[in-house]
């Protein structure tokens, strides 16, 4: 039976790849257009390269590459907030003429721009500055769940004259404390509220 398996496991991979062969065209060769430029379709296909896609190698050492956010329909203000925190926060454009041709006309100069995002770039310390804090605000609120999680086992330890509230389960808090009346202490002559009056 692992036989009859393995073969037919090797005939589906054959024909996979056979249908990939099939798929993939050769590159293409280019056609003279105006001004001498030799003009080429790179991008075919809906789904055939990622436009946003970074690859590691040309991002410079020591620097990190982001595509931030510069335009959302009808939200100019939203946008701005943004940038302005991604630019307090160390990131800035990438220009095109370091990539040319990558993701913008080979003679574009300026900051590199596609689909309502910038890319931008940031040195690596930063970057890791970051990521440890997300991480430790991340521990944080685990560590403070776990705690709440603790006081919602306190209730069955609380010692006479303390009682929690059971209105929300598992939320804990809500403590509440009565006072046994001394033996020396007048008593009052009005009479108090209950606490949930």
């Known amino acids: 039976m692992t036989d009859r398996i393995d073969g037919r496991t090797r005939a589906g991979r054959a024909q996979r790849d056979a249908f ?5 065209e050769p590159i293409r060769e280019g056609v003279p257009g105006r001004n001498g430029e030799v003009l080429r379709r790179t991008r075919v296909g809906s789904g055939a390269i990622d436009p946003f896609d970074i690859p590691q190698d040309i991002v410079p050492e020591g620097w990190e590459y982001q595509w931030n956010v510069v335009t959302v329909v009808n939200s100019p203000d939203l946008v701005r907030d943004q940038s302005l925190q991604m ?14 041709g990558r993701w913008a006309d080979k003679n574009y100069k300026g900051a590199i721009e596609r689909g309502g995002l910038r890319l ?29 999680l603790e006081l919602t086992s306190l209730k069955n330890k609380m010692p006479d004259g303390f009682d929690t509230s059971r209105r929300y389960r598992g939320a804990g808090g809500d403590v509440r404390m009565s006072i046994d009346k001394g033996l020396d202490i007048p008593r009052a002559q009005h009479q108090l509220a209950e606490p949930e009056e």
Do not use: F, K, Y
Not at 87 to 100: D, L, T
Not at 120 to 143: D, H, K, M, V, Y
């Open 20 to 24: 990939r062969e099939e798929i993939r």
């Open 87 to 100: 630019w307090e926060n160390g990131w800035r454009p990438v220009p095109a003429e370091r990539h040319p």
């Open 120 to 148: 931008e770039e940031r040195p690596t310390e930063l970057c890791e500055q970051a990521r440890n804090e997300e991480i430790r605000n991340a521990r944080r609120l685990i560590s403070d769940r776990n705690e709440q």
